[in-house]
T-cell receptor
Framework: GENVEQHPSTLSVQEGDSAVIKCTYSDSASNYFPWYKQELGKGPQLIID?????GEKKDQRIAVTLNKTAKHFSLHITETQPEDSAVYFC???????????FGSGTRLQVQP | GAGVSQTPSNKVTEKGKYVELRCDPI?????LYWYRQSLGQGPEFLIY????????DSGLPNDRFFAVRPEGSVSTLKIQRTERGDSAVYLC???????????FGPGTRLTVT
């Protein structure tokens, strides 16, 4: 089955700096890669996703890149703000199966 | 509009007891998923419904776990003979039939004492 590894496990940045979180996946059949933000005591919130037919997607301060050959994808947050502090999870699946396999999470702390 | 709702938000039960956890998906979403999240880890897939039927139950850990969705909307996750290792946050998500995006509820925190 699919295996997703996520790094780093914790990340501390100064407000205004950029943050990058990286994930690798094992199943070359995977074609859908969402990113979730989870705040304490809440469920995961979908913030951006990418499909295997594109290499990059942006939404305001958030961007995701995908390298199918290397089987890795990354989340980029620019101009970080204290409210970006949360745990971020990457995930992967292929459309036929629908079950998401999640990474182990990155705790991002943005220092004001 | 209203998101995915889950009840109860917290459930404490004794080892060996039976529990039911409820999920109410986003209106119009035909696909429904259950995941389990242990402390400090990512969610792990349990089961996926498309309509009333379980399309994929490969993530259920053993036969003490069972889920139903009799009318294609609300789903109930049932755990028999609970064990302390079942303690976790149980998350429900839903999606439109032909879309990949899954939207999660707030979860039910289950504690087995």
């Amino acid at each position: 089955g699919e295996n997703v590894e996520q790094h780093p496990s914790t990340l501390s940045v100064q407000e205004g700096d950029s943050a990058v979180i990286k994930c690798t996946y094992s199943d070359s059949a995977s074609n859908y890669f969402p990113w979730y933000k989870q705040e304490l005591g809440k469920g995961p919130q979908l913030i951006i996703d990418i499909r295997s037919n594109v290499g990059e997607k942006k939404d305001q301060r958030i961007a995701v890149t995908l390298n199918k050959t290397a089987k890795h994808f990354s989340l980029h947050i620019t101009e970080t703000q204290p409210e970006d502090s949360a745990v971020y999870f990457c995930a992967a699946c292929y459309t036929g199966r629908r079950a998401l396999t999640f990474g182990s999470g990155t705790r991002l702390q943005v220092q004001p | 509009g209203a998101g995915v709702s889950q009840t109860p938000s917290n459930k404490v039960t004794e080892k060996g007891k039976y529990v039911e956890l409820r999920c109410d998906p986003i209106s119009g979403h035909t696909a429904l998923y259950w995941y389990r999240q242990s402390l400090g880890q990512g969610p792990e897939f349990l089961i996926y419904f498309q309509g009333t039927g379980a399309a994929d139950d490969s993530g259920l850990p053993n036969d003490r776990f069972f889920a139903v969705r009799p009318e294609g909307s609300v789903s109930t996750l049932k755990i028999q003979r609970t064990e302390r290792g079942d303690s976790a946050v149980y998350l429900c998500a839903s999606s439109l039939k032909v879309r990949d995006e899954q939207y999660f509820g707030p979860g039910t925190r289950l504690t087995v004492t």
